[in-house]
């Protein structure tokens, strides 16, 4: 009896740190790609604040400052706008990853509980 307990202690460990390891890799796969669109987003914040800087140094007159600048907020907002779009279309691809593994997950504690508690 007290060996059977430590096999279905040892198989509970065993899943549950495969499981672990599955759900971290489906984690970091959604960080990387959530963490260059963050770069990405953050460089194009950097290159339009140097073409506003450039533009308060080099124009004169008010009225082609405030079309500039008007132009430079809107081309930022567009990109900002497209990574949210993309941050969205990575979670939402990463959603089947999630489901697979809750799944899979939850398939393998009820084979678990079931087994352990007709043994």
Request: hydrophobic share 35%; aromatic share 6%; charged share 20%.
């Given at each position: 009896?007290?060996?059977n307990?430590?096999?279905?202690?040892?198989?509970?460990?065993?899943?549950?740190?495969?499981?672990?390891?599955?759900?971290?890799?489906?984690?970091?796969?959604?960080?990387?790609?959530?963490?260059?669109?963050?770069?990405?987003?953050?460089?194009?914040?950097?290159?339009?604040?140097?073409?506003?800087?450039?533009?308060?140094?080099?124009?004169?007159?008010?009225?082609?400052?405030?079309?500039?600048?008007?132009?430079?907020?809107?081309?930022?907002?567009?990109?900002?706008?497209?990574?949210?779009?993309?941050?969205?279309?990575?979670?939402?691809?990463?959603?089947?990853d999630?489901?697979?593994?809750?799944e899979?997950?939850?398939?393998?504690?009820?084979?678990?509980?079931?087994?352990?508690?007709?043994?």
């Amino acid at each position: 009896m007290e060996n059977n307990y430590f096999e279905q202690l040892n198989s509970f460990s065993k899943t549950t740190s495969e499981s672990a390891k599955a759900l971290e890799t489906i984690n970091a796969k959604v960080f990387a790609q959530l963490n260059q669109k963050n770069m990405e987003l953050f460089n194009s914040g950097i290159a339009i604040n140097t073409k506003l800087v450039s533009l308060l140094g080099n124009t004169k007159d008010v009225q082609t400052l405030v079309t500039e600048q008007t132009q430079l907020t809107s081309e930022y907002t567009a990109k900002v706008i497209g990574m949210i779009r993309d941050a969205a279309d990575i979670l939402a691809g990463s959603l089947d990853d999630y489901q697979t593994w809750l799944e899979g997950t939850l398939q393998s504690a009820t084979t678990l509980t079931t087994s352990n508690t007709t043994a």
